[in-house]
């Protein structure tokens, strides 16, 4: 059995989380390669590949590979960790596909909605045979900034983060196989629950696209505190109980925002509001400088789409949650209904919630067909 600390990486992606997580990692004294798609943003890590950390963690990582060729990167690499933008995943998935080994760990960081399960799909659709565990982490473990190119700023780490595969009998073991670089994660039931509690899909969208004259202005203002205001709060009082109706339906043990305020910052309210102004860690938080941001790119397809579009496939109403992303396209001239994480991308169309679990534990779906017998989907 592989010890936790033998255990090689590759992470994917060097921007703020990618340096941050490569940095610790090598730092740790872990073998790490790192990989870029974009070669000139890691021309000086591949002349000289050491990351400088400060912050929460003072030190330097040096790095055994550092690559824009993703085939070399991930070869005998034992986990590879995701750090992309959730919006990645798919071409990443594809790109991976033919050079991935029996064995390996996929771990997404995090995986938004419905991460781990289109990866899972994407591998299994461009014909990846491999035996391959695909992961995704509820949030991302750090607080972090680049702040040049080989160095790093973690401001802190969180205590603990929910972890689960597809299929959820490796999930123990993959959390073990983490624990020596990363004992903060712990198990979830199943990606389900990591996915249905990822609460950027709340805080995100909404309050950035109803402040949307405010941010196009330039105007600073705090994002939470002055941000959400009591009727924004109402709105996202309506996202969550969505959110959590989906939840219930599936059987995930969903955890309310405002009771996820009150574990993750101590900070208490009868509503979303009151817990939000009552919440220190969020004073001094900006706005994004314009509405080009992740807060609605990447959040709205790979979060609010998703949540969506698995209600609706379960017969299940989501009112507030449509007009978001409506409100989204409207905005930005996309159509994230069909750029983002459809039941059709993640495998899930045509199945009931019991089909949908049986998917996440087992990693197939036994249907009948018309003639009675048993088909694996």
């Not at 509690?197 to 909404?206: D, L, Q, V």
Request: aromatic fraction near 6%; charged fraction near 20%.
């Amino acid at each position: 059995m592989m010890s936790p600390m033998d255990v090689n990486f590759v992470v994917i992606g060097a921007g703020n989380g990618g340096l941050a997580m490569a940095g610790y990692l090598a730092y740790k004294g872990f073998s790490v390669n790192l990989y870029n798609r974009t070669e000139s943003k890691i021309q000086n890590l591949i002349d000289n590949p050491r990351i400088d950390l400060s912050g929460s963690i003072e030190g330097t990582g040096v790095l055994n590979l550092v690559t824009s060729n993703l085939r070399e990167a991930i070869q005998g690499r034992d986990i590879i960790m995701v750090t992309t933008p959730a919006t990645g995943h798919y071409d990443l998935a594809r790109l991976m596909a033919p050079y991935l080994e029996d064995g390996q760990i996929i771990v997404l960081n995090p995986g938004r909605t419905g991460g781990a399960l289109e990866v899972y799909e994407t591998l299994r659709s461009f014909g990846c045979q491999k035996e391959v565990v695909v992961a995704e982490a509820q949030t991302f473990i750090y607080a972090c900034r680049a702040t040049g190119p080989q160095s790093a700023k973690i401001f802190s780490v969180k205590n603990e983060v929910a972890l689960a595969t597809i299929p959820a009998i490796h999930t123990e073991e993959v959390i073990r196989l983490l624990s020596g670089a990363y004992p903060q994660f712990t198990p979830a039931d199943n990606v389900m629950e990591t996915s249905l509690n990822n609460f950027g899909a709340i805080f995100h969208p909404a309050p950035t696209l109803l402040n949307s004259g405010h941010i196009e202005r330039g105007q600073t203002f705090e994002y939470y505190i002055e941000g959400i205001t009591p009727s924004i709060g109402q709105m996202l009082e309506k996202l969550d109980s969505e959110r959590m109706k989906v939840a219930t339906l599936l059987g995930v043990k969903a955890v309310s925002a405002r009771q996820w305020l009150e574990e993750s910052y101590g900070a208490k309210g009868d509503t979303i509001y009151e817990a939000i102004q009552n919440n220190p860690a969020y004073k001094g938080l900006t706005a994004p400088k314009g509405l080009d941001t992740r807060y609605i790119y990447e959040d709205v397809p790979c979060s609010l789409v998703p949540i969506a579009s698995i209600a609706k496939e379960l017969g299940v109403e989501t009112p507030a949650i449509d007009t978001i992303i409506r409100l989204a396209n409207i905005i930005t001239g996309k159509n994230f209904l069909d750029e983002g994480r459809t039941v059709e991308k993640l495998g899930l169309k045509g199945m009931t919630a019991s089909q949908i679990l049986e998917l996440v534990h087992t990693g197939e779906v036994v249907t009948t067909s018309s003639e009675d017998e048993e088909v694996v989907a």
